[in-house]
């Protein structure tokens, strides 16, 4: 699978962004995917990740810092992933990161497991977003 992130730039606090993620390579809905991000002189950090379930659905998880500002979303049959962000904070400025792993992580493992760097098998190239105050 390769991703191409897209969409970050300059977005003052308060305002939205929204950042896509073109998929190719393989059958997309197969894979979970999740964005990352890293602020300069720290780690990788989770921000938000959803496992599809097919006809079930699909269950999302998003980093504290993060829940209910930015929306998660995906469309398999564009083979896309986005991320919204509403009402970014300047402690949101990072390179954010599309990445997708699996294909046949069980419902329960990638419960555990989400936002843990080591189980996605493919990263796109990251896009930076600075939030201004």
């Known amino acids: 699978v390769q991703l191409q992130a897209s969409g970050g730039g300059l977005v003052q606090a308060g305002g939205f962004l929204s950042l896509s993620c073109a998929a190719s390579?393989?059958?997309?809905?197969?894979?979970?995917v999740a964005w990352f991000r890293q602020a300069p002189g720290k780690e990788r950090e989770f921000v938000a990740a959803?496992?599809?379930?097919?006809?079930?659905?699909?269950?999302?998880y998003y980093a504290d810092s993060v829940k209910g500002r930015f929306t998660i979303s995906r469309d398999n049959a564009k083979n896309t992933v986005s991320l919204g962000m509403n009402s970014p904070k300047p402690e949101d400025t990072a390179v954010y990161y599309c990445?997708?792993?699996?294909?046949?992580?069980?419902?329960?493992?990638?419960?555990?497991?989400?936002?843990?760097?080591?189980?996605?098998?493919?990263w796109g190239q990251g896009t930076q977003v600075t939030v201004s105050s």
């Open positions: 990445t997708a792993g699996g294909p046949s992580y069980t419902g329960n493992y990638y419960r555990n497991n989400y936002y843990k760097t080591q189980i996605y098998d493919y």
């Open positions: 390579g393989r059958t997309f809905s197969n894979y979970v």
């Open positions: 959803m496992y599809w379930s097919g006809r079930s659905g699909s269950t999302t």
